[in-house]
C-alpha cells in the first residue's frame, strides 16, 4: 500500500435521506444503504489504482444505527489493503441531523474491489498516477 495514494483516493459522499429512500419505519432502505456504500467503494478503489474496476465481494455489512428520513448521511471509502489483483475498501456510513451537530457511525463494511482488462480478466493493480 502507498500511504499518499491512500490519502489521495479518500472518498467521501453526501446524501439527504429523503422519503423516496425510506421503508415503511421511515428510515433508509439497507439495500438503498448498500449501493450507495459500493458506489463509494468503486470510486475510492479506482482514485488509488487508475484502472478498471469491479466489486467482486461485500464482507460484514454492519447495520447499528437506523438512519431515519429527514438526515443527512456521509459515506466515508478508504483503501485498506492492497493484494496483487485487488483493492479492499472500507466504507464508513455517518448519520446527523439537518439541524444539529452531533453525528453517530450508523454502517460499516468492506467490499473487495478487483482491477481488470478490457476482456474483464483479472490484472495486476499498478497504483497508476495521474
Given at each position: 500500500?502507498?500511504?499518499?495514494?491512500?490519502?489521495?483516493?479518500?472518498?467521501?459522499?453526501?446524501?439527504?435521506?429523503?422519503?423516496?429512500?425510506?421503508?415503511?419505519?421511515?428510515?433508509?432502505?439497507?439495500?438503498?444503504?448498500?449501493?450507495w456504500?459500493?458506489?463509494?467503494?468503486?470510486?475510492?478503489?479506482?482514485?488509488?489504482?487508475?484502472?478498471?474496476?469491479?466489486?467482486?465481494?461485500?464482507?460484514?455489512?454492519?447495520?447499528?444505527?437506523?438512519?431515519?428520513?429527514?438526515?443527512?448521511?456521509?459515506?466515508?471509502?478508504?483503501?485498506v489493503?492492497?493484494?496483487?489483483t485487488?483493492?479492499?475498501?472500507?466504507?464508513?456510513?455517518?448519520?446527523?441531523?439537518?439541524?444539529?451537530?452531533?453525528?453517530?457511525?450508523?454502517?460499516?463494511?468492506?467490499?473487495?474491489?478487483?482491477?481488470?482488462?478490457?476482456?474483464?480478466?483479472?490484472?495486476?493493480?499498478?497504483?497508476?498516477?495521474?
Amino acid at each position: 500500500m502507498i500511504p499518499e495514494r491512500v490519502i489521495a483516493s479518500e472518498t467521501r459522499l453526501f446524501k439527504a435521506v429523503f422519503p423516496n429512500t425510506t421503508n415503511h419505519y421511515d428510515t433508509l432502505f439497507g439495500g438503498t444503504a448498500m449501493h450507495w456504500m459500493d458506489e463509494v467503494a468503486f470510486i475510492t478503489a479506482t482514485r488509488y489504482s487508475r484502472q478498471r474496476m469491479v466489486t467482486v465481494s461485500s464482507d460484514r455489512i454492519d447495520f447499528t444505527h437506523a438512519i431515519p428520513a429527514g438526515t443527512i448521511v456521509e459515506l466515508v471509502g478508504q483503501v485498506v489493503k492492497v493484494g496483487r489483483t485487488s483493492l479492499r475498501v472500507r466504507v464508513d456510513v455517518f448519520v446527523e441531523q439537518m439541524y444539529a451537530d452531533h453525528r453517530i457511525k450508523a454502517i460499516s463494511g468492506e467490499f473487495s474491489m478487483v482491477a481488470i482488462d478490457e476482456e474483464k480478466r483479472p490484472i495486476p493493480v499498478e497504483h497508476r498516477i495521474g
